[in-house]
């Protein structure tokens, strides 16, 4: 079993950067793909970024050059530095953890775990 714990949301300002965490514990997250996805009010759950265990990643369009996806071995944790963060980025950011390879499928959530969750919110 992996427990996933999400934290660093907070308010943003125009133009702002967050640091994002997701902390695990039970197993070795670098034995795994991290996805990172959001969830803005009403929509739907969406691919931001993933690091599989050779530290390979992959980005959503909308996160390129803005977004960077990271892991720390020592602390078992997987970060998503976000900058230039605009109005289209509040949402609620999950990270998600599976034993495959990275795969991404819109409208496809069956990884093996989630965290529950860190709320990014911008201010005007």
């Known amino acids: 079993q992996v427990q996933l714990v999400e934290y660093g949301g907070g308010l943003v300002q125009a133009g702002g950067s967050l640091r994002l965490s997701c902390a695990a514990s039970?197993?070795?997250?670098?034995?795994?793909?991290t996805y990172w996805f959001s969830q803005a009010p009403g929509e739907e759950r969406e691919f931001v970024a993933a690091?599989?265990?050779?530290?390979?990643?992959k980005y959503a369009d909308s996160a390129k050059g803005r977004f960077t996806i990271s892991r720390d071995n020592a602390r078992n944790t997987v970060y998503l530095q976000m900058s230039s963060l605009n109005p289209e980025d509040t949402a609620v950011y999950f990270c998600?953890?599976?034993?495959?390879?990275?795969?991404?499928?819109?409208?496809?959530?069956?990884?093996?775990?989630w965290g529950q969750g860190t709320q990014v919110t911008f201010s005007s």
């Open positions: 039970g197993r070795a997250l670098n034995t795994y793909t």
């Open positions: 690091i599989n265990w050779s530290d390979g990643t």
């Open positions: 998600a953890a599976d034993r495959g390879p990275i795969v991404v499928v819109p409208g496809r959530y069956e990884y093996d775990y």
